[in-house]
């Protein structure tokens, strides 16, 4: 499938220069497919890189990282 936008909620933005944490929910994707590059592209001018997305996907809950933004937006998982 693809981005849905209206799943995604943007975090509040902070003023003293920390990630700012978003989530996005789906329930028509998996897991892999969200971490593909460029799904979040449509999104990308609200993103900076270490930014967090928190996914609830079709599979899976998970915490994301956000490690590019140009050409297009790419994540990975946050491991602990």
Do not use: C
Not at 23 to 50: H, M, N, R
Not at 56 to 80: G, H, W
């Amino acid at each position: 499938m693809a981005f849905d936008l209206n799943g995604f909620s943007n975090g509040s933005n902070s003023q003293k220069g920390a990630p700012t944490a978003h989530t996005y929910k789906t329930e028509a994707d998996a897991i892999a497919t969200v971490d593909a590059s460029a799904y979040f592209d449509q999104v990308a001018l609200s993103l900076l890189i270490g930014d967090t997305i928190f996914v609830a996907a079709s599979d899976a809950n998970s915490f994301r990282v956000v490690t590019a933004t140009t050409p297009n937006v790419t994540v990975a998982a946050i491991t602990l």
